[in-house]
C-alpha cells in the first residue's frame, strides 16, 4: 500500500492508495499539523489497509530548489535540498519536513519519496524561465503547483484525446495558494509562480507580484529586516493584507465592506490580467480550466475573472457555472469558441501513480 501526504499552506490531504497508485480513502485537515499527531494519523489512516502493510509514503513538497523537481526517493542529499530551500518556501517546506520525520517514525521499513511541485515546469522556454538579472545570481523560474495543473491537465487531455497536442490550455490554481499556468498540448510555457511561491496572482496571505522597488523602500526608509519583510509578503498580504479583515474569499464575499470588495476585485482582475497575458503567449487558448478551494468552490469568483473576456471566444453559461461547486464540471456555453472547466483537483492520486511507477522501475 502507499500513503500519501500532502500538505498545503492552510490544508492537509492524506491518502491511502493500492500499489497501483488507486485511492483507496482520503482524508482531509484544514489548519496545520503538528508532528506527534501526524504519527497518530497515519496509524490509523493505515488501519483502512485491508491486506499489506504500507510500502510506500510519497510527501509532496514545494521547493526542493533547481536540482531536484521530479518525484524521486528520499536520499539524504534530497532532504539536506528540501531543508535548504525552506527558506524559499517558509509555509510548505518545513511542515512537510515534518511529515517525512513523522512518517519515518510510522512506518520505518516503508520507502519514502519526495514529489515535488516544481516538475511540471522543469523544460520552460528559456524567455519563460530566466529574469532580467545578471547570470552570476544563478536564479530562474521553478514554477510550483505543478501537481494541481498537471491534475487540471488530465481533464483536458480527456475531454479532447485527439488533439490535445496541439491544445493550448490555462489553468488557474486558486485556493489558499494561487497561480496560473500557460500549456501546449500539454507542456507548461509559462507560469505565475516564480523561483519562489510568492510570486504571481494575489494569494490568501501572500502578495503575488509587486514592484521589487517597494520592497527596496521598505528594507531601507522603514527600517525592515528581511525576515521581517519575508513575514509581511508571506504571511500578511495578499487577500488579508488589502481588506485588513480576512484570507478568506467566503467571508470577503459576504461582507458589506469596501476594504473586502477591493480586496476581491484585485484578486479577479491580476488572475483576469494573466488569463490575458498567457493567451498571447500561446495565440489563442482552447481549454480554461479552474482548481483549488475557490476555484472548484466559488461560481461568483469564476464569473468575475472570465466576464469581459469575449472577445478571446469565452462565453460563460451562468447556470452551469452556479451549478458546479466542489466537483469537475464544464461551465461554458455550447456557443463559446474556448471550452471551460472546473477541476476537483486530484494531487494525492497523481503523487501514487508516480510512486508505484518509480517503485516498478527499481523492481
Known amino acids: 500500500m502507499i500513503i500519501t501526504i500532502n500538505i498545503g499552506s492552510s490544508s492537509a490531504r492524506l491518502g491511502l492508495h493500492m500499489n497501483d497508485g488507486k485511492l483507496c480513502h482520503l482524508d482531509h485537515f484544514d489548519g496545520g499539523m503538528q508532528q506527534s499527531g501526524m504519527v497518530d494519523v497515519l496509524h490509523q489512516l493505515a488501519a483502512h489497509a485491508r491486506e499489506g502493510a504500507i510500502d510506500a509514503v510519497c510527501h509532496?513538497?514545494?521547493?526542493?530548489?533547481?536540482?531536484?523537481?521530479?518525484?524521486?526517493?528520499?536520499?539524504?542529499?534530497?532532504?539536506?535540498?528540501?531543508?535548504?530551500?525552506?527558506?524559499?518556501a517558509p509555509l510548505h517546506n518545513p511542515p512537510a519536513l515534518r511529515g517525512i520525520a513523522a512518517a519515518r517514525k510510522a512506518f520505518p521499513k516503508a520507502l519514502q519519496l519526495a514529489a515535488f511541485d516544481t516538475g511540471l515546469y522543469a523544460a520552460l522556454p528559456d524567455a519563460a524561465a530566466h529574469y532580467a538579472v545578471?547570470?552570476?545570481?544563478?536564479?530562474?523560474?521553478?514554477?510550483?503547483?505543478?501537481?494541481?495543473?498537471?491534475?487540471?491537465?488530465?481533464?483536458?487531455?480527456?475531454?479532447?484525446?485527439?488533439?490535445f497536442a496541439e491544445k493550448r490550455a490555462i489553468s488557474l490554481q486558486l485556493g489558499s495558494g494561487c497561480s496560473a499556468t500557460a500549456s501546449r498540448g500539454g507542456q507548461a510555457i509559462d507560469t505565475s509562480m516564480g523561483h519562489t511561491p510568492l510570486e504571481?496572482?494575489?494569494m490568501a496571505t501572500r502578495s503575488g507580484d509587486i514592484d521589487p522597488g517597494l520592497l527596496l523602500h521598505v528594507l531601507g526608509e522603514k527600517g525592515r529586516t528581511a525576515e521581517a519583510v519575508e513575514t509581511?509578503?508571506?504571511?500578511?498580504?495578499?487577500?488579508?493584507?488589502?481588506?485588513?479583515?480576512?484570507?478568506?474569499?467566503?467571508?470577503?464575499?459576504?461582507?458589506?465592506?469596501?476594504?473586502?470588495?477591493?480586496?476581491?476585485?484585485?484578486?479577479?482582475?491580476?488572475?483576469?490580467?494573466?488569463?490575458?497575458?498567457?493567451?498571447?503567449?500561446?495565440?489563442?487558448?482552447?481549454?480554461?480550466?479552474?482548481?483549488?478551494?475557490?476555484?472548484?468552490?466559488?461560481s461568483e469568483i469564476r464569473h468575475r475573472i472570465l466576464g469581459g473576456l469575449d472577445f478571446l471566444g469565452v462565453e460563460l453559461d451562468s447556470r452551469a457555472n452556479d451549478a458546479v461547486v466542489g466537483r469537475s464540471g464544464m461551465i461554458s456555453s455550447g456557443r463559446s469558441a474556448v471550452r471551460?472547466?472546473?477541476?476537483?483537483?486530484?494531487?494525492?492520486s497523481l503523487m501514487a501513480e508516480d510512486t508505484a511507477a518509480l517503485m516498478q522501475g527499481s523492481e
Open 200 to 202: 504571481g496572482l494575489v
Open 340 to 348: 471551460v472547466d472546473v477541476c476537483a483537483v486530484d494531487e494525492n
Open 134 to 163: 545578471p547570470e552570476s545570481l544563478d536564479v530562474r523560474r521553478l514554477g510550483f503547483h505543478g501537481l494541481a495543473h498537471r491534475s487540471m491537465l488530465r481533464l483536458v487531455k480527456s475531454c479532447d484525446t485527439e488533439g
Open 60 to 88: 509532496r513538497v514545494v521547493h526542493g530548489g533547481p536540482k531536484f523537481m521530479e518525484t524521486c526517493f528520499l536520499e539524504p542529499e534530497v532532504e539536506q535540498a528540501i531543508e535548504k530551500a525552506s527558506s524559499l
Open 232 to 298: 509581511l509578503l508571506s504571511k500578511q498580504s495578499g487577500l488579508l493584507g488589502i481588506s485588513g479583515r480576512s484570507a478568506d474569499m467566503r467571508e470577503l464575499l459576504e461582507l458589506d465592506d469596501e476594504r473586502a470588495e477591493l480586496a476581491v476585485a484585485m484578486f479577479c482582475y491580476r488572475a483576469k490580467k494573466y488569463v490575458g497575458a498567457y493567451a498571447a503567449a500561446l495565440g489563442g487558448v482552447d481549454h480554461i480550466v479552474f482548481g483549488g478551494g475557490i476555484g472548484e468552490n466559488q
